[in-house]
């Protein structure tokens, strides 16, 4: 699976767009982008995934360059409840398993 | 629905002894797997299950650990005997496949 490369921390103030990035710039055809984030204390949480088009949940946006290079994750209106590690992974095709970097440390202010 | 339930949540015990993590995996799902969290090494996948067979237990750090699925809806991560640096939070995960896994929320155990 290619390798990502996230910031090590960012800050975000409450009730603001909170704009992630991830660098994946050995990313494979057939390699999904995948976003989890964890909690102080908590396992990790599935937020979204996607291949090449953009997408939106419940929770969040993924925003992903037309080269898939690089890609964003956005909370679009954030909460002290986001405060968390977020975890950008390349993950391919029908490979089972998750290898997770060190991720981004976000931090909610009020 | 219930998600992966873990047990214990938390365990203190002593060097030498013997310890058994427990999991359940999202009822349906096929694929489980352990990872162990330190604040030195971050998230290692230690060993994964496809149909209740090991399918890459590379991440097993030594003989010490062994991992066991006997079935479907069931799994043990055992050490044995446990050291302090076994210190780790311990997290159980379950998949459909190649589809999106979901983790418990862990079991955190000191060894001292």
């Known amino acids: 699976d290619a390798k990502t490369t996230q910031p090590t921390s960012m800050d975000c103030a409450e009730g603001r767009a909170a704009n992630l990035p991830c660098n994946h710039s050995?990313?494979?055809?057939?390699?999904?982008v995948y976003w989890y984030r964890q909690i102080h204390s908590q396992g990790p949480q599935y937020i979204i995934h996607?291949?090449?088009n953009n997408e939106t949940n419940e929770m969040a946006s993924l925003i992903i360059t037309e080269d898939r290079k690089s890609s964003t994750l956005i909370l679009p209106h954030a909460t002290l409840r986001d405060t968390a590690v977020y975890y950008c992974?390349?993950?391919?095709?029908?490979?089972?398993?998750?290898?997770f970097g060190q991720g981004t440390r976000l931090t909610i202010n009020p | 629905d219930a998600g992966v339930i873990q047990s214990p949540r938390h365990e203190v015990t002593e060097m030498g002894q013997e310890v058994t993590l427990r999991c359940k995996p999202i009822?349906?799902?096929?694929?489980l797997f352990w990872y162990r969290q330190t604040m030195m090494r971050g998230l290692e996948l230690l060993i994964y299950?496809?149909?209740?067979?090991?399918?890459?237990d590379s991440g097993m750090p030594e003989d010490r650990f062994s991992a066991k699925m006997p079935n479907a809806s069931f799994s043990t991560l055992k050490i044995q005997p446990s050291e302090p640096r076994d210190s780790a939070v311990y997290f159980c995960?379950?998949?459909?496949?190649?589809?999106?896994?979901?983790f418990g929320e862990g079991s955190w155990l000191t060894v001292v």
């Open positions: 992974i390349v993950r391919t095709q029908g490979a089972q398993k998750l290898v």
């Open positions: 995960a379950s998949s459909l496949g190649g589809n999106t896994i979901y």
């Open positions: 996607g291949l090449k």
């Open positions: 050995t990313i494979s055809g057939n390699e999904y």
């Open positions: 299950f496809n149909n209740n067979v090991p399918i890459d």
């Open positions: 009822s349906g799902h096929n694929s």
